[in-house]
Each structure stands twice: as structure tokens, then as C-alpha cells.
């Protein structure tokens, strides 16, 4: 298995707070990303990293932030949670040798009440 | 705008006979397509892959044949297992090496003994 840990694996939060997930891979793999998982769209982008300070939006980024200072580490930040945003939440790692295969962390399950 | 189509939410196949699970897409831009297999609570899992200038693409009981003129794609498990039991995700990219993949809904498939 990759070696990606994301945490927290599970969160309640409220309205309005802010709300940061992290994951955390230790294969030094170039690239990262993050998806939701929502039942009847399978997952979608929200942003990637293709290296340090280098991030890009994806399918579904409004109301998302991301950033990667380190190599190993990358944040999406909720800036102000909306019940829309419940979801189950992906990181994902790939390398350039490996080329669109992507592998996947475990998951943090997100509930905004 | 759906580009990648899983239209089969669930299947249900019994134990030792062919499982076949479809994926239709609709960017002709797509060349890179690979399936996933994802347990609950658990992301998803690489499975197998295959590029446009392929056909067919086979590893152990998994394999995956992609019919371009159609945009189609199926992934065919032979023999099935209770252990296959799982939701499949099929994928799209426009390169290999683009990074930006695109899913399809799922397909929960059950293997009953």
C-alpha cells in the first residue's frame, strides 16, 4: 500500500466554522489531489499540487483552499463549512513515472451540521 | 455534465461466473482509462488501466477491453469472488501524465456463493 494517512479520519463540525484535513504521504511523490465522494458522482476534484507552493483547481473548488509547503503534506482548508460540503473526502498521490495512476488514502469522512 | 458514465448503480453476479461492468464516456479527448475498487470505508483501490492504443489489457482475472469508435469501456472479472464484491469506479484522462482524472458514478457489484 501507498504510504498516504490522512487525518482527522472522521469530523463533525458546525455552520460557518472553519475546517482543515490533512494528508500526509511519505512516498515523495510529485503529485497530489484531493476528491469528495458524494453518492451519484463518484468522486471529484477539488484541487491538486504538482509540487511545492504549486496548486491548481479542479471540478469542484468553490469554497475550497489547498496549500503544500512541504513535499510530504497537503491541506485543504474548508474556509467557513456549509452543510453542501458533508462529504467524504480523498487524497490521492501519484508519481510522474507512474503516470495517471493515482493512489488513495483512506478517507476523512466530514458531517457539517 | 456527466463525461464519464457508469449508467449500472449495482450488479449482482454469482459466485464463479463472468462479471461485466460498463463505463461509457464522452470526451473523444480521453486516452487513458483505468478502473478502481473501493470497500466501505477504504478509498479506492488501482485495479487496472488501459491506453487508447490498446484494445485490451489483461492482468490475472481482471480485464479490460475499450472500444474507442464507441467510447466504451468494460471491465470483465472472470472468475468472480466473494471477495470482488465491491463498488468499481471507472476513470478517464485526457494524457497520461495529465493528472486530472475523471470518474464515473460507481457500480456496486455483489457476488453471492
Known amino acids: 500500500d501507498a504510504g498516504i494517512t490522512q487525518s482527522p479520519r472522521h469530523k463533525v463540525t458546525e455552520t460557518g466554522t472553519p475546517v482543515t484535513l490533512r494528508c500526509h504521504q511519505t512516498?515523495?511523490?510529485?503529485?497530489m489531489y484531493w476528491y469528495r465522494q458524494d453518492p451519484g458522482h463518484g468522486l471529484r476534484l477539488i484541487h491538486y499540487s504538482y509540487g511545492v507552493k504549486d496548486t491548481d483547481k479542479g471540478e469542484v473548488s468553490d469554497g475550497y483552499s489547498v496549500s503544500r509547503s512541504k513535499t510530504e503534506d497537503f491541506l485543504l482548508t474548508l474556509e467557513s463549512a456549509t452543510s453542501s460540503q458533508t462529504s467524504v473526502y480523498f487524497c490521492a498521490i501519484s508519481s510522474t513515472s507512474g503516470g495517471d495512476t493515482q493512489y488513495f488514502g483512506p478517507g476523512t469522512r466530514l458531517t457539517v451540521l | 455534465d456527466q463525461q464519464v458514465k457508469q449508467n449500472s448503480p449495482s450488479l449482482s453476479v454469482q459466485e464463479g461466473r463472468i462479471s461485466i461492468l460498463n463505463c461509457d464516456y464522452t470526451n473523444s479527448m480521453f486516452d487513458y482509462f483505468l478502473w478502481y475498487k473501493k470497500y466501505p470505508a477504504e478509498g479506492p483501490t488501482f485495479l487496472i488501466s488501459?491506453?487508447?492504443?490498446?484494445d485490451k489489457n489483461e492482468d490475472g482475472r481482471f480485464t479490460v477491453f475499450l472500444n474507442k469508435s464507441a467510447k466504451h469501456l468494460s471491465l470483465h472479472i472472470v472468475p468472480s469472488q466473494p471477495g470482488d464484491s465491491a463498488v468499481y469506479f471507472c476513470?478517464?484522462?485526457?494524457?497520461?501524465?495529465?493528472?486530472?482524472?475523471?470518474f464515473g458514478q460507481g457500480t456496486r457489484l455483489t457476488i453471492n456463493p
Open positions: 512516498e515523495n511523490h510529485r503529485y
Open positions: 476513470a478517464a484522462s485526457e494524457r497520461q501524465g495529465a493528472q486530472k482524472l475523471v
Open positions: 488501459i491506453s487508447s492504443i490498446k
